[in-house]
């Protein structure tokens, strides 16, 4: 997997080469390759109405996620997601996980999202929605794993320091 990967369809493609796991150069190969699916099996997760949970985080942000079977429709703190996300990027964003896992407009996601800006409120919906597709559908799995969505993205703001105007940025400084 040294391959760089540059859109989605490489993506897809590495997905279905790697259906199959290959043994290693340097190991005795095996009689028969193993296929991934024999090696975990995961359970579908679900409610009592079909739906899968997930809460996702960005930021400060953090997003509850809640999917089930529908129409596609994604609504977010009470709102249609193109009134709360005005700007495209950010609606792009959301459909990642679906475009990922091939299953754009199957789902209708409901979400409820505090903290942070808009930014990392989508941020944190499109990891709420990644982990609960694997969750509702475990064959998801390894493409939104391939893609990195269910791996929570960190980087948060730099506190700010004592004798210092920011985290980093210093006084200006006067010789005169």
């Known amino acids: 997997m040294t391959e760089e990967i540059r859109s989605l369809e490489g993506l897809k493609d590495i997905i ?3 259906a199959v796991r290959q043994p290693e150069p340097d190991q005795p190969a095996a009689a028969d390759p193993v296929p991934i699916e024999a090696v975990i099996t995961r359970d579908p997760v679900r409610d009592e109405f ?3 949970y997930a809460t996702g985080k960005r930021k400060d ?3 509850r996620v809640w999917i089930k079977p529908g129409s596609g429709r994604v609504t977010v703190n009470g709102k249609e997601m193109e009134r709360y996300f005005a700007r495209p990027v950010l609606r792009m964003i959301l459909d ?3 475009q990922v896992a091939g299953v754009q ?3 209708d996601v409901l979400a409820t999202v505090k903290g942070g800006g808009l930014s990392g409120q989508a941020g944190a919906v499109k990891h709420g929605i990644s982990k609960a597709l ?3 559908e475990p064959s998801h799995r390894p493409a939104l794993k391939a893609a990195g969505f269910l791996t929570r993205d960190s980087r948060v703001v730099e506190r700010k320091k004592y004798g210092r105007r920011k985290a980093r940025r210093s006084f200006q400084f006067s010789k005169r």
Request: hydrophobic share 35%; aromatic share 16%.
């Open 50 to 52: 079909g739906r899968s």
């Open 96 to 98: 990642q996980p679906f």
């Open 16 to 18: 279905s080469t790697e």
């Open 134 to 136: 694997q969750l509702y």
């Open 61 to 63: 942000a953090v997003a």
């Open 105 to 107: 407009g199957e789902f």
